[in-house]
């Protein structure tokens, strides 16, 4: 790719970085575990929902030993609020695999580290650049923003074929000396700067090399495709309350989405409102001596994944049993639940019942 201000670029953008960077905790430390930790948090997450969590986290695994073998049940609390739970099983997986075949040392080569659980190009290249100062590229959908502006790329970016040749853009304009602060501040820019609407040219360190700017659309770049409508689910979730002020819970399995995670029973819906066939699916597949009518409707809302959409309406239902005999499956004091790792949707019913 030939660009004829690739140096101007680059300088220009690496000293508005150290200039204008925001004070954020991972960036006051070179250490590729706590980098690596922010990384995984921040995908998919906003800054300021990933500080509190991030200081939390770091000060109960402060070590890549201290995450490697902790808990996965403590490890999902901790998580508990940040969703895409996943990122935190890999994470553990990952950094006991550094623990265990790299003598604790995270590698500082992209073959070796993108072995890792979880470690993508994105994440490999923000730490390899930023914790061991290594020239190589990061990209995100904000790079990929900026890049498509100031380089006038106009292939779809939510194809993943395309992100190669962002990989290659960053990889020829990326600053040598400073690959880190040139990740970094690309990444700033796409979020502060050069943001999906309305950009904020006029601010812009880069303007003078970016071509869209010059040719006065740059709002009009990526072009990206619309993603495929996301599915809706509709679930009725039982609160099931036994004479001894206990609630019925059972722990999701150990693969796929919310792996691991506390709920209380929720069955998938077939007809419109309060629902006797869900009812009976209830009875039978827990076989709890429940009263016979279905309770109040507590709560009805909807939980928005990435690419998925529940509705939930949400019942008491009184049971007469103390205990059940099944494995993952039981009933918790409301002192009890608050230790296990519940999701979102999930905590917004328990916070009803407080």
Same mark, same amino acid.
């Given at each position: 790719m030939?660009y004829?201000?690739k140096n101007e670029?680059?300088?220009?953008?690496?000293?508005w970085?150290?200039?204008?960077?925001r004070d954020?905790?991972w960036?006051?430390?070179?250490d590729?575990?706590?980098? @690596?930790v922010s990384?995984?948090?921040?995908q998919?997450?906003?800054v300021?929902t990933?500080i509190?969590?991030?200081?939390?986290f770091?000060?109960k695994?402060?070590?890549?030993q201290? $995450?490697?073998?902790?808990?996965q049940?403590?490890?999902?609390?901790m @998580?508990?609020?940040? &969703?895409?739970?996943?990122?935190a099983?890999?994470?553990?997986s990952?950094?006991?695999?550094?623990?265990?075949?790299?003598n604790?040392?995270?590698?500082t080569?992209?073959h070796?580290?993108?072995?890792?659980? &979880?470690v993508?190009?994105?994440?490999a290249?923000a730490?390899?650049?930023?914790?061991f100062?290594?020239?190589?590229?990061a990209? =995100?959908?904000?790079?990929?923003?900026v890049?498509?502006?100031v380089?006038?790329i106009?292939?779809d970016?939510?194809l993943s074929?395309?992100?190669?040749?962002?990989?290659?853009a960053?990889?020829?304009?990326? =600053?040598?000396n =400073?690959?880190?602060?040139?990740n970094q501040g690309l990444?700033?820019?796409?979020?502060q700067?050069?943001?999906?609407?309305?950009p904020?040219?006029?601010?812009?360190?880069v303007?003078?090399y970016?071509i869209?700017?010059?040719e006065?659309?740059?709002e009009?770049?990526?072009?990206k495709?619309?993603?495929t409508?996301?599915?809706t689910?509709?679930?009725?979730?039982f609160?099931?309350?036994?004479?001894?002020?206990?609630?019925l819970?059972e722990?999701?399995p =150990?693969?796929g989405l919310?792996?691991?995670m @506390?709920?209380f029973p929720?069955i998938?819906?077939?007809?419109?409102?309060p629902?006797?066939?869900?009812?009976?699916?209830?009875?039978?597949n827990?076989?709890?001596?429940f009263?016979?009518d279905?309770?109040?409707? $507590?709560?009805?809302?909807?939980h928005?994944?990435s690419?998925?959409t @529940?509705?939930m309406e949400c019942? $008491?239902v009184?049971?007469d049993?103390?205990d059940i005999?099944?494995e993952?499956?039981?009933?918790f004091?409301l002192e009890?639940i608050?230790?296990l790792?519940?999701?979102?949707?999930m905590?917004k019913?328990l916070?009803i019942l407080?």
């Amino acid at each position: 790719m030939k660009y004829p201000y690739k140096n101007e670029f680059s300088i220009n953008l690496v000293e508005w970085y150290h200039n204008e960077k925001r004070d954020l905790p991972w960036r006051r430390t070179n250490d590729p575990y706590k980098i @690596w930790v922010s990384e995984v948090m921040l995908q998919q997450t906003r800054v300021d929902t990933v500080i509190p969590y991030y200081n939390r986290f770091l000060e109960k695994y402060p070590t890549l030993q201290s $995450l490697a073998y902790a808990p996965q049940e403590e490890l999902l609390k901790m @998580w508990e609020g940040l &969703g895409y739970y996943s990122r935190a099983r890999n994470l553990q997986s990952g950094v006991r695999e550094v623990v265990e075949k790299y003598n604790a040392q995270v590698p500082t080569n992209r073959h070796d580290i993108s072995k890792l659980k &979880g470690v993508g190009p994105y994440t490999a290249g923000a730490i390899l650049s930023i914790a061991f100062n290594k020239p190589e590229h990061a990209v =995100d959908g904000n790079v990929m923003r900026v890049l498509s502006r100031v380089l006038h790329i106009k292939e779809d970016i939510a194809l993943s074929k395309t992100k190669k040749i962002f990989e290659e853009a960053v990889t020829e304009l990326i =600053d040598q000396n =400073d690959p880190g602060a040139f990740n970094q501040g690309l990444m700033d820019l796409g979020a502060q700067i050069c943001t999906p609407t309305s950009p904020k040219c006029l601010l812009c360190p880069v303007r003078e090399y970016c071509i869209a700017f010059e040719e006065g659309h740059p709002e009009e770049l990526p072009i990206k495709s619309k993603k495929t409508k996301s599915k809706t689910i509709q679930y009725d979730v039982f609160i099931v309350k036994n004479y001894e002020g206990k609630y019925l819970l059972e722990k999701r399995p =150990d693969e796929g989405l919310l792996a691991s995670m @506390w709920q209380f029973p929720m069955i998938e819906k077939t007809t419109k409102g309060p629902s006797c066939n869900t009812f009976e699916v209830l009875k039978t597949n827990y076989e709890v001596p429940f009263k016979d009518d279905i309770g109040e409707q $507590l709560l009805k809302f909807k939980h928005i994944f990435s690419h998925l959409t @529940w509705e939930m309406e949400c019942y $008491l239902v009184e049971a007469d049993q103390v205990d059940i005999q099944k494995e993952n499956i039981g009933f918790f004091t409301l002192e009890e639940i608050a230790r296990l790792p519940m999701s979102v949707p999930m905590q917004k019913v328990l916070n009803i019942l407080k």
